[in-house]
């Protein structure tokens, strides 16, 4: 008899432990289906992301290669001589015609190297720019963008791991 209950408790123990190993593999296998579930979300949404980036990049190339280099510069230049004029207005103002000749004529020769150095300027400008590429600028900002983007998914994943404070 003895060894009856001893039997009947072994098949108790037996059958507890294989309720608990049920219960612990049905609990392993939600958190893998949680998981999974997380990964295919974030999936989703970094690919949203990514498809907004190379929108917005497409937008910038666009810009970029319909940009007229010529327009810029000649802005540029116009409003290089519209402040040459206002400071040469401004000396002239300034001048106290009263004063002997000769301070006006320093104040004169330095609105006018002022002059030479902002043409210099501009020369410079205008060599840099007609040596640009729109294509070439347009693919060093996709670059860029695409890089920078490259640590903010990583971020972003991050931040919308599973178990993180974001969910």
Known sequence: MSDLVQLQKR?????????INFVLFVVLFSALGYVAWQSATLVNRLQEDLGKAEQTIAQL?????NMDLEDVVDRLVSEATAQLGRSIESVVKQSDLSAPMTKISDKITAAQEMIEQTSEVVAGIQQ????LDNEAIAQQVSYHILKGLGDGFQQAAESRKPGSASE
């Open 11 to 19: 098949q108790n123990q037996t059958l507890l432990l294989v309720s």
């Open 61 to 65: 190339q666009g810009r970029f290669q």
């Open 128 to 131: 840099t720019v007609a040596g």
